[in-house]
């Protein structure tokens, strides 16, 4: 039988997030006065993301992805090795590869389920050697960016039934399979399948891990903590 094993990316695997990797295109911007703009917005509007991201994960995404509205498509998906190698591979934990690879080398199949755009990701599925990506795509139009995510959006409870529509696809048991994550929003994922592992959590995450006897792990070093290369439970 397939086993999986799905990982949460930002907080997760990366000590970055979607703020900071849409900030590298804001920066990108080929008008200057444009950049300067969005960039002030970005800067002033922290305190909102921050609110609105604490309230509700999915919420935050739909209102945040806005700001990519008016972005050639071509563009933003002709940065992604730049992306890539000034904002988002110097914030990869020192553990996480060594994480992953030790489920492949276990025999899971391994899946990125993250709320990020689909565009932001190439190079680092690659890196990882995900067999499969759940993630969130823009609304296009004549290849410019409404602002609008594709539905259903991939956030919270929707994480868990995209994971078991993958699951049910393969034939396989999500009570077989790993799931990692540092945010409270994803309990529902974490709590879905059979070895469940909490990663740098947050307070609440932390709370309920202990609670449910769940491994806490530490990536930020280049070490993989015994238990983690066979069935975490």
Known sequence: MVRMAFYDLD????????VQRYAFFVRSLPSRARAAVKGFKLVMSVPIWIALDFWSRRLFNHVFYRE???????????????????????????GAKALVEADRRAGFTLVLVTGELDFALGPLVRYFGFDAVISNSLIWRNGVATGEVVEPLVAEREKVEAMRRLANKHG???GQ????????????????????AAVHPDRRLKRLALDRGWPILNLRKDTVKRGIDGDAR
């Open 68 to 94: 990519y509205r008016g972005m050639r498509r071509e563009w933003l998906c002709g940065l992604d090795e730049e992306l890539f190698r000034r904002a988002v591979e110097p914030t990869i934990y020192p």
């Open 11 to 18: 907080g997760t695997l990366v000590s970055g997030n979607i």
């Open 177 to 196: 399979a790993k799931a990692y994550s540092d945010s409270f929003s994803d309990s529902p994922m974490l709590e879905s399948v059979g070895n469940p």
């Open 172 to 174: 396989t048991d999500l």
